[in-house]
């Protein structure tokens, strides 16, 4: 066992990704309980430490072809999530029983790609699952394979689930695979390949290192896993990929066991404060009153109370930006609400906006998890 790093003790919020040869045997296709029942323990554990856990739980295809009776072998899209459909059950009831066990409640949440791709539903995602993280409940998050197409798959977890620690701005993506890490060559066949234990730059050295190992119950080898590194250090999250083939597997990685780290250069909120200030066209603007600017620069958010004015037509997660009296810009965010409904609640207190808008939105027009000022409003973080 080497040193435990410090990016696994530094990390507050982990999303965890279990493939699916993991969790059923690839004999029987049965659920692997006593293993499951040991990954539960763990995560139980590390909530224990006051961190958040979203697991990415892969195993409803391989149950549900069980359950079905279909042959081995690649099966149809449609038979894929015919299985899924009645994996899912399975599956969820599992861990439903094994939190339970420990004294924790699991959440299941089916995604779909647009879920992560499209802001506004993105922005519903979001908060679901940070509500249920607030309130101390474990998200158990697969793709909604019985209604995903081919053109609309994410296809494997492995790039789910760094979608899911990107959208969640998770400080670290573990993914528990049948393999330790990355090789620089074919572990076994090759006797000088060895597990490179800290990837800083996804070179095409270390892309050619991948190969494609992918095997006939999960879609993901080392491929999408460094497609998934990608998608997770551009977001700030770190990645390792660690074996999962023996029990308490986070135990294990919390102790040392080999792995390959994937680090990121920034950090989750930088790099979403980058992602707002920079890569979205902002479709409107809100003029904000003088007590509002202070507030903001102090690290608040934007209540609807120091809203004076709203310009330009944009929907519920559209990007707008924040301008004081003069017209100077101040920043930019991403909008709670659209700009029919932020007209309607400018000026007002945010316990108003359910009886103005018929509904119980958000609070703040604009989180300030959602916001970038510049930095010559005298923050930027
Ligand atoms: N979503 C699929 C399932 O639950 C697995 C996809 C994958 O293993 O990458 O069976």
């Not at 990954?39 to 554990?45: F, R, W």
């Not at 965010?333 to 945010?350: E, F, N, P, V």
């Amino acid at each position: 066992m080497a040193a435990v790093r410090t990016e696994w003790g530094a990390a507050r919020r982990l999303v965890v990704k279990v493939g699916s040869s993991l969790l059923t045997d690839p004999r029987t296709g049965t659920l692997n309980r006593a293993w499951l029942t040991s990954l539960v323990e763990d995560v139980a554990a590390l909530k224990a430490e006051a961190r958040e856990i979203i697991l990415v739980s892969s195993g409803a295809i391989a149950l549900g072809r069980k359950a079905l009776g279909l042959p081995s072998g690649p099966l149809r899209l449609e038979e894929n999530q015919a299985a899924a459909s009645v994996g899912q059950i399975a599956l969820a009831h599992a861990y439903e029983e094994a939190f339970k066990a420990c004294g924790l409640v699991a959440a299941q949440i089916l995604l779909t790609l647009g879920d992560t791709e499209q802001r506004r539903r993105y922005l519903n995602a979001r908060s679901t699952m940070e509500t249920l993280l607030g309130v101390g409940a474990v998200p158990v998050v697969n793709e909604n394979d019985t209604v995903a197409t081919t053109e609309i798959r994410y296809g494997d977890n492995d790039r789910l689930a760094a979608r899911v620690a990107s959208m969640m701005s998770a400080d670290c993506l573990v993914l528990l695979s049948d393999v330790d890490g990355l090789y620089t060559g074919v572990p076994g066949s090759d006797g000088g390949a060895e597990l490179i234990g800290e990837i800083k730059n996804i070179t095409p050295e270390i892309e050619a290192m991948a190969g494609d190992t992918g095997t006939e119950l999960s879609r993901g080898g080392m491929v999408t896993k460094i497609e998934a590194a990608r998608i997770a250090v551009a977001a700030g999250t770190h990645m390792v990929i660690a074996s999962g083939r023996h029990e308490n597997p986070l135990a294990r990685l919390g102790q040392g066991a080999p792995c390959s780290w994937f680090l990121a250069a920034t950090n989750p909120a930088a790099s979403r404060k980058r992602w707002i200030a920079g890569a979205l066209e902002p479709r409107g603007a809100v003029v904000i009153d003088d007590g509002a600017a202070a507030a903001l620069k102090g690290g608040k958010s934007l209540l609807p109370a120091g809203v004076s004015a709203v310009e330009g037509t944009f929907e519920r997660g559209d990007a707008i930006i924040i301008r004081d009296g003069s017209g100077a810009e101040l920043g930019r965010g991403l909008s709670a609400y659209s700009h029919r409904d932020a007209q309607t609640i400018a000026g007002h207190k945010s316990r108003e906006i359910s009886e103005l808008l018929g509904y119980r939105g958000r609070d703040e027009l604009i989180h300030r998890d959602d916001m970038a000022l510049k930095l010559s409003a005298g923050r930027d973080e």
